[in-house]
Nanobody, 120 residues
């Protein structure tokens, strides 16, 4: 009932930038916290950054000062601006959204992910 679609991944050299986007659609009444996770081969899924409906953002220490999360509550979209990328940032990045459907049930949905590869 909720679909999350990510875009913007790709291949970039060390020090480069990428901007990821996530668009939420479906029977959404309200979106609460949205977040970006990443999963590298052989590693656990990691929360990179999250943002509340009020705009409060949090980041994992490894991306502080390099990544910026934002959202548009009217369009139900979220973005992650990633600067000064490092090879350690290489992973599949997944969008997550929590909220409430029009039938008042809560949801916790995931996108399919977008690959980010940073070459050294």
């Amino acid at each position: 009932q909720v679909r999350l679609v990510e875009s913007g991944g790709g291949l970039v050299q060390t020090g480069g930038s990428l901007r990821l986007s996530c668009a939420a659609s479906g029977s959404i009444l309200s979106l609460d916290t949205m977040g970006w996770y990443r999963q590298a081969p052989g590693k656990q899924r990691e929360l990179v950054s999250s943002i509340t409906s009020g705009g409060k953002a949090e980041y994992v220490d490894s991306v502080l000062g390099r990544f910026t999360i934002s959202r548009d509550n009217v369009k139900n979209t979220m973005a992650l601006q990633m600067n000064s990328l490092k090879p350690d940032d290489t992973a599949v990045y997944l969008c997550n959204a929590k909220g409430r459907l029009r039938n008042l049930l809560r949801f916790d949905s995931w996108g399919q992910g977008t690959q980010v590869t940073v070459s050294s």
